[in-house]
């Protein structure tokens, strides 16, 4: 079975740490792109969400970040262990959101964040100030 299995999320003080990771089962991750998002409500009731792209781990072995998270999070991957990572560290209460890895063969199908062949569930991160 195909599949992204996020994990790792929960709750943490601002200024600590947290580490993501996804699993990866039924395709091999060397021939995909891998992005990690955040779901966030942009304003309550509206139903409205707001999803921002955090870094894109490429199978050339390059990494591109956001620049809101540049410096603060590392995105990695283990294509031996099939396994993706995101390092959160110094981590603020604007980082609450419930964070997403996902995967495609095309790069830019995972900087547009949309319609990629692959999407873990998410894991909820809740930052306390």
């Known amino acids: 079975q195909v599949q992204l299995v996020a994990s790792g999320g929960g709750s943490v003080q601002s200024g600590g740490s947290l580490r993501l990771s996804c699993a990866v089962s039924g395709f091999i991750l060397d021939d995909y792109d891998v992005g990690w998002f955040r779901q966030v409500p942009v304003k309550e009731g509206s139903g409205l969400q707001g999803s921002g792209l955090l870094c894109i781990s490429r199978k050339d072995g390059s990494t591109w970040y956001a620049d809101s998270v540049k410096g603060r999070f590392t995105c990695s991957r283990d294509n031996f262990k099939n396994m993706l990572f995101l390092q959160m560290n110094n981590l603020e209460p604007e980082d609450t959101a419930l964070y997403l890895c996902?995967?495609?063969?095309?790069?830019?199908?995972?900087?547009?964040?949309?319609?990629?062949?692959?999407w873990g569930q998410g894991t909820s991160v809740a930052v306390s100030s």
């Open positions: 996902g995967a495609d063969r095309d790069y830019w199908t995972v900087a547009q964040g949309e319609a990629l062949e692959i």
